[in-house]
């Protein structure tokens, strides 16, 4: 069982950052790719980023290309998503999950954290 909590969202204005943490539980998270996902009222949940289990692999949704960086610290069994130059149609909830195969099946997934941007 895995457990994970996404914190660091919040309110802020179009333009600016913030930086995403998803604490995990379990002995398996440093073997493990770690994906962000978010998900806006009334739409379906899509992919924003993956790391491998390493960090030395990325992935990112072209919407968030140059703008986002997902990194991991598997000492703190956290990964991370610093967002950048943010617009408003970021905002939605983000939710962190465990690419348990290795080949995009998320089994385990946070409640999400709320990031909202004005414009």
């Known amino acids: 069982q895995v457990q994970l909590v996404e914190s660091g969202g919040g309110l802020v204005q179009a333009g600016g950052s913030l930086r995403l943490s998803c604490a995990a539980s379990?002995?398996?998270?440093?073997?493990?790719?770690m994906g962000w996902f978010r998900q806006a009222p009334g739409k379906e949940r899509e992919f924003v980023a993956r790391i491998n289990w390493s960090g030395g692999n990325t992935d990112y949704a072209d919407f968030v290309k140059g703008r986002f960086t997902i990194s991991r610290d598997n000492a703190k069994n956290t990964v991370y998503l610093q967002m950048n130059s943010l617009k408003p149609e970021d905002a939605a909830v983000y939710y962190c999950a465990v690419d348990t195969t290795g080949r995009g099946t998320y089994t385990y997934w946070g409640q999400g954290t709320q990031v909202t941007v004005s414009s």
């Open positions: 379990g002995r398996t998270f440093s073997r493990n790719a």
